[in-house]
T-cell receptor
């Protein structure tokens, strides 16, 4: 049984560079979520997909951030022109949608971004 | 806006004592409520959820939570704490599919 997989696990980059994270959800899950978490804080919602459709984007997701899920399977989160404030853990989660509101989320281990 | 609040940053209990981690919610419509746990250097793990029905829900590792509509609360409880329960606990609400988390409560169980 494979859970949610995120790559890379760690990324160190210089300010101004672009970075991309990949998330492979649990195969039968049709919903995929991205969150950002800073040390000791709760996950902040960024965006989520149902199949390939991006259903909601947080205002936290500035125009430097873009997420895709082109075939309704894996997803990528790209951050352009990174800033030091982007340093955080980026979490991916998946779930199977249901009539009552989506069900519990299954999280990956996260991708830690450090911007120097 | 749909949200949850965790009023305590830190909860300390002695091993073997009961524990409570508090959560209050603010939603319009049906409150779909969740608890997750995060161990050091690990991803978040689902503990339990309330969707409808019995106000007392049971979850993983002996945890349970009580839904109280009049107090808009969903407190996490365990009758007898273990040192291994020490972790970060998050309450969450999922009104329409997207899930919003509280700031978290760090639980420390001392031997």
């Amino acid at each position: 049984d494979t859970g949610v997989s995120q790559n890379p696990r760690h990324k160190i980059t210089k300010r101004g560079q672009n970075v991309t994270f990949r998330c492979d959800p649990i195969s039968e899950h049709n919903r995929l979520y991205w969150y950002r978490q800073t040390l000791g804080q709760g996950p902040e919602f960024l965006t989520y997909f149902q199949n390939e459709a991006q259903l909601e984007k947080s205002r936290l997701l500035s125009d430097r951030f873009s997420a895709e899920r082109p075939k309704g399977s894996f997803s990528t989160l790209e951050i352009q022109r990174t800033e030091q404030g982007d340093s955080a853990m980026y979490l991916c989660a998946s779930s199977h949608s249901s009539s009552y509101g989506g069900g519990e989320l299954f999280f990956g281990e996260g991708s830690r971004l450090t911007v120097l | 806006a749909q949200s949850v609040a965790q009023p305590e940053d830190q909860v300390n209990v002695a091993e073997g004592n009961p524990l409570t981690v508090k959560c209050t919610y603010s939603v319009s419509g049906n409150p779909y409520l969740f608890w997750y746990v995060q161990y050091p250097n690990r991803g978040l793990q689902f503990l339990l959820k309330y969707i409808t029905g019995d106000n007392l829900v049971k979850g993983s590792y002996g945890f349970e939570a009580e839904f109280n509509k009049s107090q808009t609360s969903f407190h996490l409880k365990k009758p007898s704490a273990l040192v291994s329960d020490s972790a970060l606990y998050f309450c969450a609400v999922s009104p329409l599919g997207d899930m919003r988390f509280g700031a978290g409560t760090r639980l420390t169980v001392k031997p």
